[in-house]
């Protein structure tokens, strides 16, 4: 047989390691095979609904004969408006919306679109070592290379960029990082932005900022822009979602802002492959970021109350967890004596729970499990119970 009549995938596809996310959907169909009823706190996929509003301007865009045809490459002007006014009114941030905008399918597309943009094979990509899986996966698949940046939780989960060797930063083309961050919860002020900004400039990498969880913050000041600390947009490119700011994960739709350059990039990437974002998505994600002083604070109090439940549960069984203060996670330790899959398998076949193992954040999750907290607060109090259950009994087994 040969390679050329066989369909393989390619040598970077095939190479690239398993992803954890499908071994665990294959964990869960086996156990619902054997009859177990799951409760999936896995995947980060909101449970909440659409507001009707969002829905309103989405039926009635789609009504619109000019949503029928193919979109205009770079963002319909009413969406690239509202992503101006959103960067202006929340992080004062002034970008000019026509040639530092760009309407996405979602941002995790976006992110691996850049990294093909402007990686080849042989380049290098500073990625955190705990990551969001399409920062490594993307450039493992243009055939380029990682250098990991340390992220460690004696350090808040904040990444060390003095650690990096000054031979990986002078050739990075690309620095990756994620704040409020997926999966540790962890966030940054507006100090930790300058000091990456004036790293990318000192090395001349291009910053790429995650700030899918931006909206997401539990107390204290909102989370800010890495484009506040380069409001010229000279190194920057950050990319926002609107899936868990507004609950549109099934609808796909973000957008990236930032560097002209980049984004032309960006852009270019997308017109040779594609057709960009469906307009009617983009006419809802506009009224969306137009009315968010009203539609964003009754998901962040409902995350925060899931949040608070769940950790008083794991305290009336005698864990004291810190709460993290963005995101829609809790990360925790593993229990002594056990690995992350281990224990995964443990809680689905004797609690009927799916939590995410830390390695599927790479080598750096290792020990640490991800509970996402897409269920009632009811659901995760008993969840909490099950998993303080098993993890004393692991205790006591292991002592
Ligand atoms: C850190 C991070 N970035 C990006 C995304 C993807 O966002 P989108 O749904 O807009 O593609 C996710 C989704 O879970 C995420 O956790």
């Known amino acids: ?12 596809l095939r190479h690239l390691p398993p992803y954890v996310f499908a071994e665990l959907d294959r964990l869960k169909n086996d156990a619902r095979a054997q009859g177990v009823r799951l409760v999936d706190l896995g995947i980060g996929s909101p449970d909440l609904p659409i507001s009707p509003a969002i829905i309103n301007a ?14 205009p490459f770079r963002g319909v002007a009413c969406y690239l408006d509202s992503i101006g006014r959103f960067m202006r009114s929340r992080f004062g941030v002034t970008i000019d919306p026509l040639h530092q905008a760009l309407a996405l399918s979602g941002a995790k597309e976006g992110l691996a679109q850049i990294v093909m943009a402007l990686c080849g094979p042989g380049d290098l990509a500073l990625i955190p070592e705990i990551y ?38 002078q050739a990075a083309r690309v620095l990756i990082i994620n704040y409020p961050n997926n999966p540790t919860g962890a966030r940054v002020e507006r100090e930790f932005y300058d000091r990456a900004v004036a790293f990318a400039r000192r090395h001349n990498v291009l910053l790429i900022s995650d700030v899918a969880y931006s909206e997401l913050c539990y107390g204290g000041e ?17 990319f926002h979602s609107c899936s868990k700011t507004f609950n549109m994960a099934g609808l796909r739709i973000g957008f990236a802002v930032g560097n002209t350059d980049a984004i032309e990039a960006l852009a ?29 604070p009754p998901t962040v109090r409902e995350y925060q109350y899931r949040r608070d439940t769940m950790i008083a549960s794991f305290a009336r069984a005698g864990w004291q967890i810190s709460a993290p203060t963005a995101s829609m996670y809790l990360w925790l330790p593993v229990p002594a004596g056990l690995d992350d899959w281990t224990w995964v398998k443990m809680l689905i076949r004797d609690e ?48």
Request: with cysteine; glycine share 6%.
């Open 132 to 169: 969001y899986p399409v920062y490594a996966r993307s450039v493992w698949l243009v055939g380029a290379e990682v250098s990991w940046v340390p992220m460690r939780a004696n350090n808040g989960f904040v990444l060390d960029l003095d650690a990096i060797p000054e031979q990986d930063a």
């Open 222 to 238: 909102p989370a800010p822009s890495a484009l506040e600390a380069d409001p010229e947009c000279e190194t920057t490119i950050e």
């Open 1 to 12: 047989m040969n390679a050329k009549t066989t369909f393989f995938p390619t040598t970077a």
């Open 352 to 399: 009927g729970l799916v939590v995410t193992p830390g390695i599927a954040f790479g080598d750096g999750g290792r020990g640490f499990f991800r509970i996402s907290l897409v269920r009632e607060a009811e659901t995760l109090s008993r969840a909490a119970e099950a998993i303080s259950r098993r993890t004393f009994a692991n205790a006591l087994l292991s002592n």
């Open 268 to 296: 270019a990437y997308r017109t040779n492959v594609g057709y960009g974002t469906a307009t009617a998505l983009q006419h809802a994600a506009s009224y969306a970021l137009d009315h968010r002083t009203e539609l964003v």
């Open 58 to 71: 989405l039926t009635k865009a789609a009504r619109e004969k000019q949503s029928h045809g193919y979109p």
